[in-house]
């Protein structure tokens, strides 16, 4: 399975955005790009996922570099519930399962 | 539409004992897999099943098993429980046919096992 590489943490201000980055330079040309987060004393939630063009919806926005070697989630105003550990997967297509590989992530703090 | 559940939430268990956890899945899918979360190792995952045949297994012991029944509740087992088996256990539940890669999960709360 192609790895991500993902800053421990990061820190951000409440209402400010956020960019939080994952390099993924083995990917394949069928691998998918999920971000999931897992709030505090929560199982990890869905945030957005995306093949090669950029990617939007209520939650968050995924910009995907043209080498698809890195991407990155934007939090367009981070808020005190946006506080949670961010993982940065891949997906291949095709396979039979729906495994998951959870690298170590990126913990963001929001400060009020 | 009700999300996953697991049960029991919480639960103290002796070293050497064994445990059984469930899951019942968002209804209507089909697929339900296991992962342990612990400080020092992170989200693993454990096993994976789909219509009732598990498809997937991670790097576990034996001690480690589970099934899923035709209603597509899921259940694991984890036998002669050792300390190093104290864990956040979660489920995930996924509507996906096939395994496609844009397919979203669904996780539950966990359920927290603490080994003494």
């Known amino acids: 399975d192609a790895k991500t590489t993902q800053p421990n943490s990061m820190e951000s201000n409440e209402e400010e955005p956020v960019h939080l980055p994952c390099n993924h330079s083995t990917i394949s040309g069928t691998d998918y790009i999920h971000w999931y987060r897992q709030l505090p004393s929560q199982g990890p939630e869905y945030v957005i996922h995306?093949?090669?063009s950029n990617v939007n919806n209520r939650m968050a926005s995924l910009a995907i570099a043209e080498d698809r070697k890195s991407s990155t989630l934007i939090l367009h105003r981070a808020t005190l519930r946006d506080a949670a550990v961010y993982y940065c997967i891949l997906r291949g297509y095709g396979g039979a399962t729906n495994k998951l590989i959870f690298g170590t992530g990126t913990l963001l703090a929001v400060q009020p | 539409k009700a999300g996953v559940t697991q049960t029991p939430r919480y639960l103290i268990k002796t070293r050497g004992q064994q445990v059984t956890l469930s899951c019942s899945p968002i209804?209507?899918?089909?697929?339900v897999s296991w992962y342990q979360q612990t400080p020092g190792q992170g989200l693993q995952f454990l096993f994976e099943y789909f219509s009732e045949t598990q498809r997937n297994k991670g790097n576990f012991p034996g001690r480690f098993s589970g099934r899923q029944f035709s209603n597509s509740r899921s259940e694991m087992n984890v036998s002669t429980l050792e300390l190093g088996d104290s864990a956040l256990y979660l489920c995930?539940?996924?509507?996906?046919?096939?395994?496609?890669?844009?397919?979203?999960?669904?996780f539950g709360p966990g359920t927290r096992l603490t080994v003494t």
């Open positions: 209804s209507g899918h089909r697929s």
């Open positions: 995930a539940s996924s509507l996906a046919a096939s395994g496609g890669a844009s397919d979203e999960q669904y």
């Open positions: 995306g093949l090669t």
